[in-house]
């Protein structure tokens, strides 16, 4: 089993949808948890981060944690053709310990 | 403006060349890492620097090598190309002392093609 699952997508949604994206891991010394967005041809940049369990909001963006079921979920509401990118999730057990990601799943968000 | 540069944007190689992709950091930031994507396999590590000085290797280090002469440079090379480092190379860079989740901020990337 990886040590980090992600849903492969690709994903279609029409603009204003509510959407959700996953992922599971199996390291339970994983604490930091983020979502990396990555537009086409472009470097993946910090979208959300959370530290141990719970919820995270930053406008459309939510960001949960549930580490009894090791799965974590990005939401992001009222979606828009500018969220169209490849989200990645990423996480790691301390500060300075690797960073593992997920394989990302690339969203598309129609007009 | 602050942040990550890569050279080349993209680059087409004959098989056996040898290739330096460069990296280049203004952040002023202790760590650096290498990073190949490929569809269906995501992101990998490939080396990385936790200081100038130091080097370390990743998930899948060979035929790669890396050198951290200063804090801001962290060059990789490519010693005999191969047609399965067909890829798209990016660069990151973190400082562990500013935030305790240690964000990495990744360069534009580098499209490798090895025929």
């Known amino acids: 089993q990886k040590e980090v699952e992600q849903d492969p997508g690709p994903l279609s949604v029409p603009e204003g949808a509510i959407v959700s994206l996953n992922c599971t891991y199996s390291?339970?010394?994983?604490?930091?948890f983020m979502w990396y967005r990555q537009y086409s041809r472009k470097g993946p940049e910090l979208l959300m981060y959370?530290?141990?369990?719970g919820n995270k909001e930053d406008g459309r963006f939510t960001a949960q944690v549930d580490k009894s079921s090791k799965y974590i979920s990005l939401f992001i509401r009222d979606s828009q053709p500018s969220d169209s990118a490849t989200y990645l999730c990423?996480?790691?057990?301390?500060?300075?310990?690797?960073?593992?990601f997920g394989k990302g799943i690339t969203l598309s968000v129609r007009p | 403006i602050a942040g990550i540069t890569q050279a080349p944007t993209s680059q087409i190689l004959a098989a056996g060349r040898r290739m330096t992709l460069r990296c280049t950091q203004d952040?002023?930031?202790?760590?650096m890492y290498w990073y190949r994507q490929d569809l269906g396999l995501g992101l990998r590590l490939i080396h990385y620097?936790?200081?100038?000085?130091?080097?370390g290797k990743g998930e899948v280090p060979d035929g790669y090598s890396v050198s951290r002469a200063n804090t801001d440079d962290f060059p990789l090379t490519l010693a005999s190309a191969v047609p399965s480092q067909t890829s798209v190379y990016f660069c990151?860079?973190?400082?562990?002392?500013?935030?305790?989740?240690?964000?990495?901020?990744f360069g534009p990337g580098t499209r490798l093609t090895v025929l």
């Open positions: 990151a860079s973190s400082d562990a002392y500013k935030r305790s989740y240690n964000e990495q901020f």
């Open positions: 390291n339970s010394a994983f604490q930091y």
């Open positions: 959370t530290y141990s369990s």
């Open positions: 990423a996480m790691r057990a301390g500060a300075n310990s690797k960073l593992t």
């Open positions: 952040m002023r930031h202790n760590a």
């Open positions: 620097s936790n200081t100038a000085g130091t080097t």
